[in-house]
């Protein structure tokens, strides 16, 4: 399966993702606007990859002129619906629909992973401002909460994937795998948790790329024991999830 097919899975599936997937906590925003040296509020912001809008309805929030960039019809209708006040166009980070210099701040929410860093790191180049900044950023799962952990062995095995590494990258192999290196990087990492019932987080763990290429009776089937397992840790169906935010923001040289 490749990645486009696996990038484009999500059209049959916008409105669960929308409804399932976490967004981010606010402090993400704070130090993006401590790394850039000035409030969102007013910048001309690039949301690429945006999907459904999770992560431009925060930076709309705050009072950033933004934009979403997506290639998929399904997603974006999903965003038209939740955004209606914000613009949004088709493309993808391998060559943006936008003017040269024409944005403060581009940002990929889960994103920048299904492009290709030899285009889009120009192409974003390209289209920043001077000064202006690239933040990449992923919800990354907190693998040192032993139940966590152990669940994300369960799916890598369930979906012919490798497992998550149990140790976290330092930041200059996260800036390289990042394809960012040659810029200028600062990296954060926030933690912060979400409570949401048991069917939520059953629905975001089927929302993955990696579950929707699959066999949907096999995905039942894993669901339905995984349902039985999580009953013995949260008796109530009230599951707490515990993610690292991992950000990188590049500054246009």
């Known amino acids: ?39 969102l509020a007013g910048s001309r912001v690039a949301d690429v990859g945006a999907g459904t809008g999770i992560a431009t309805a925060l930076l ?14 399904g997603m974006a209708a999903q965003f038209r619906s939740a955004l209606p006040g914000v613009p949004i166009v088709r493309g993808d980070g391998n060559a943006l629909p936008l003017a040269d210099g024409s944005r403060d701040l581009i940002t990929y929410a889960q994103a920048w992973q299904w492009t290709d860093t030899d285009r889009s790191v120009p192409e974003a180049l390209r289209v920043l401002s001077p000064g202006g900044a690239l933040a990449v950023w992923w919800n990354t799962h907190a693998l040192d909460v032993p139940w966590i952990a152990a669940q994300h062995e369960r799916i890598a095995r369930h979906c012919g994937v490798r497992p998550p590494a149990g140790t976290r990258l330092r930041d200059g192999e996260a800036t390289r795998l990042a394809g960012l290196a040659g810029l200028r990087v600062a990296r ?4 912060w948790s979400r409570t949401v019932p048991l069917d939520t987080h059953l629905a975001n763990i089927s929302s993955r790329s990696a579950f929707l290429v699959l066999d949907e009776t096999r995905n039942r089937a894993f669901l339905t024991d995984e349902r039985g397992r999580l009953r013995g840790i949260f008796p109530d169906e009230v599951v707490t999830e515990t993610y690292v935010v991992d950000l990188l923001l590049a500054r246009r040289p």
């Open 60 to 73: 709309y929030e705050r009072g950033a002129e933004v934009i979403g960039v997506e290639p998929g019809e």
């Open 1 to 39: 399966m490749t990645a486009v097919s696996r990038a484009r899975s999500f059209d049959n599936a916008a409105a669960h993702y929308a409804a399932s997937r976490p967004s981010y906590p606010p402090a993400l925003l704070d130090v993006i606007e401590e790394l850039m040296g000035s409030p």
């Open 188 to 191: 954060r990492q926030l933690r």
